[in-house]
């Protein structure tokens, strides 16, 4: 049996720029271009690039919250993309998402407990006093007290908040959970009690997770591999120890010149990338790294580099490794 969880194969997120008085398409936010990647069972994948790079919307568009333009969601080994809308809100209770901004993504209105047991409703399992002790089990399982469940959102703290969020998330017990930048809103002092949380609550069910964020040191503490993304396409995948200790991408030594080494004895060169990260409408010609790489040479401004095997599941784009043409799954 494969270990296989999750397969993505040539993923495309494109939206349509509309212009003039008839709004016709004249170009496309090509937001996710040609992504791909597989998680195993019981991994944490992490996901990083900067703002804009599509890293939330391909964890959005794995979960169908947006439709593919192109390509392939294998999960389980069935095309996501294929399902009907009522296979879909079956397949759905398997794939989670936590948000990043965990006031934002819950109703205000109602309480903790109601906000828990809506997805069991809306999914209608269990009866209703079924459904209570759920809610009161898993608020036990987030570190939340059940007392609170009559209260609001607004009367928690922010970290509490994202326990509410991941507790909605686990109550139709999922097998994967995309966790979309679930500390980036929280207070530093707190963002290792959420991590470790997600950490424990894997090891007890068996979770599988695609966790995006923004900054490596974050993806450093719960990852098992990690895939950096850059204007929409992958540019380097890696075991977390090999991608930290032997970045082989500009891009990727960049980002990881910016974490702070623990060691005040040890210092690491920053390496500071001029100007802004370019439109996804508009990117730059070959690889679209070029503008802002220090190592960019001729042929990186016409020809856009291919995911190339490293060994030992290490993948990059860049043609300061080019071999041979191939691309990595
Ligand atoms: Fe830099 Fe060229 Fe490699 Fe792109 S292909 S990352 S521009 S060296």
């Not at 209105?109 to 209608?124: A, C, F, R, S």
């Not at 075991?239 to 200790?245: F, S, V």
Request: hydrophobic share 35%; net charge positive; charged share 25%.
């Amino acid at each position: 049996m494969s270990d296989t969880l999750l397969e993505v194969q040539g993923l495309k997120k494109y939206f349509p720029i509309r212009g003039g008085i008839l709004r016709r398409v004249v170009g496309h936010v090509k937001a996710v271009d040609d992504v791909s990647f597989s998680v195993k069972k019981g991994e944490t994948f992490g996901l990083v690039g900067e703002s804009g790079c599509g890293k939330s919307t391909t964890g959005r568009t794995i979960l169908r919250l947006l439709e593919p333009t192109e390509g392939k969601v294998l999960f389980d080994g069935v095309d996501v993309a294929s399902l009907s809308t009522r296979q879909m809100q079956k397949t759905r209770r398997d794939l989670q998402m936590v948000f990043q901004d965990p006031f934002a993504s819950l109703n205000p209105q109602m309480t903790v407990g109601e906000l828990i047991e809506e997805p069991m409703k809306v999914h209608n399992l269990y009866s209703p006093e079924e459904r209570k002790k759920k809610v009161i089990e898993l608020m036990e399982t987030v570190g939340l007290d059940p007392v609170y469940q009559q209260r609001y959102p607004h009367e928690f703290s922010g970290g509490q908040r994202q326990r509410i969020g991941i507790a909605r998330a686990l109550s139709l017990k999922p097998k994967l959970i995309i966790a979309d930048e679930p500390v980036s809103a929280l207070d530093v002092s707190i963002h290792s009690q959420v991590l470790n949380l997600l950490q424990d609550l894997q090891k007890e069910f068996g979770l599988t997770y695609i966790f995006i964020a923004h900054d490596l040191s974050v993806v450093k503490h719960i990852s098992d591999r990690v895939g950096v993304m850059y204007l929409g396409r992958m540019v380097e995948i890696a075991p977390k120890n090999e991608l930290y200790n032997n970045p082989a991408h500009p891009y990727t030594e960049a980002l990881l010149s910016a974490v702070p080494i623990p060691n005040p004895r040890l210092k690491r060169e920053r390496i500071v990338l001029q100007g802004d990260v370019p439109s996804p409408a508009n990117p730059p010609s070959g690889c679209a790294f070029h503008p802002r790489c220090p190592k960019a040479f001729d042929r990186c401004k016409v020809e856009r580099p291919q995911l190339q095997d490293m060994g030992n599941g290490h993948y990059v784009a860049c043609h300061l490794f080019a071999n041979e043409e191939s691309k990595a799954v």
